[in-house]
Structure formats: structure tokens, C-alpha cells
């Protein structure tokens, strides 16, 4: 018999994944278009960094999984690196937004690669456990299933309130028209 788990409690897991729909949402909307468009970096330099940081996301994958696995903790496995990650991914996703005035071009394109680098390094030893996590917690497919249900459904809602509300705030002198 496998011990069922509490819809509070796979309401609280499946809100974890609105962190990474929110990074998902900045990454895929609005990150190019900010700084081609309105810092006016070229669109082959923004590319760039962001190839940077893609690359170098799928170097730390491996390496958050592998050190959250070997963790021992009073608070488990997996805990340490959700909490630990939180701060530096709300501050590293906001500088990335926030660059300072006047930089060139090349120190425009420097910030991003610097920035969406962290970021998605935050985001890794944030989210790699936040998975293992949920996989530790059901016993069986079913649960499993469940659960993940609840992050999904969670991640397309993030996501749309999130992209929602800034492109209703961003935009709002455009809906007038």
C-alpha cells in the first residue's frame, strides 16, 4: 500500500515550478527584445551571450543533480539547494533586467552573458532538485503523475499571469490605440 499524498502538498510542490516559468517567460519573451531594441545591442551579440549561457546551463545540469544526490543533510537532499538558490536567482534575474547606464556595446553584451549565465545557474540548483524532489516524494507512477500534473499546471499559469501582467504594464500606452 502506497502512502498518498495531500493536494496541500502537491499544491506547494506544483507552485515551485512558478520560479522557472517566470525565468522562462523573461528568457523567451522579453530578454532578446530588451536588449536589442531598447539598449540597442545588436541582435548577433545578444545571441551570443545568451548561446553563452544555454551552453553552459547544460554544463551545470549534471553537476547540480550530481552534488544534490550526494547532499546529507538534517533538511534532506534536495531542500539546501532550493532554499540556497532562491536569493541569488530573484537578484541575478533582476541585475539582468538592470544594467548600468551608458555601458558600450561590448559591456552591454558582457552584462547579459555574465547575468544570463547566473541566472541560469541559479535556476539549475533551484530546479534540478525541485524535480528530484517531486520524484522522491510520490511511491508510485500514479502520485508521480499527479504531482507532476500539478507542476504543469502551475508552470502554464505562472507563466501566462506572468506574461499577462508585463505585457499589460509594458505595453499599456498601445492598448489605447
Known amino acids: 500500500m502506497t502512502r498518498r499524498l495531500s493536494l496541500p502538498t502537491m499544491l506547494a510542490y506544483g507552485f515551485g515550478q512558478v520560479s522557472e516559468s517566470v ?4 528568457f523567451n519573451i522579453f530578454l532578446l527584445f530588451y536588449y536589442n531594441q531598447v539598449l540597442h545591442v545588436s541582435a548577433t551579440g545578444t545571441s551570443l551571450a545568451l548561446a553563452i549561457a544555454l551552453i553552459f546551463d547544460a554544463l551545470t545540469d549534471p553537476i547540480a543533480g550530481s552534488l544534490s544526490d550526494k547532499l546529507k543533510s538534517r533538511w534532506g537532499r534536495r531542500h539546501p539547494f532550493i532554499l540556497a538558490a532562491a536569493i541569488p536567482l ?5 541585475f539582468l533586467f538592470n544594467p548600468p547606464d551608458g555601458l558600450t556595446e561590448f559591456g552591454y553584451i558582457l552584462w547579459l552573458t555574465v547575468f544570463a549565465v547566473l541566472v541560469r545557474a541559479s535556476m539549475t540548483f533551484y530546479h534540478v532538485p525541485h524535480l528530484a524532489l517531486g520524484a522522491e516524494m510520490a511511491d508510485s507512477y500514479e502520485q508521480r503523475s499527479t504531482l507532476y500534473a500539478f507542476n504543469t499546471f502551475f508552470a502554464f499559469m505562472g507563466g501566462r499571469c506572468v506574461c499577462t501582467a508585463l505585457l499589460s504594464f509594458l505595453f499599456s500606452d498601445y492598448r489605447r490605440v
Not at 525565468?23 to 523573461?26: H, L, S, T, V
Not at 530573484?90 to 533582476?94: L, N, P
Request: glycine share 12%.
Open 90 to 94: 530573484a537578484v541575478t534575474f533582476y
Open 23 to 26: 525565468k522562462n517567460q523573461g
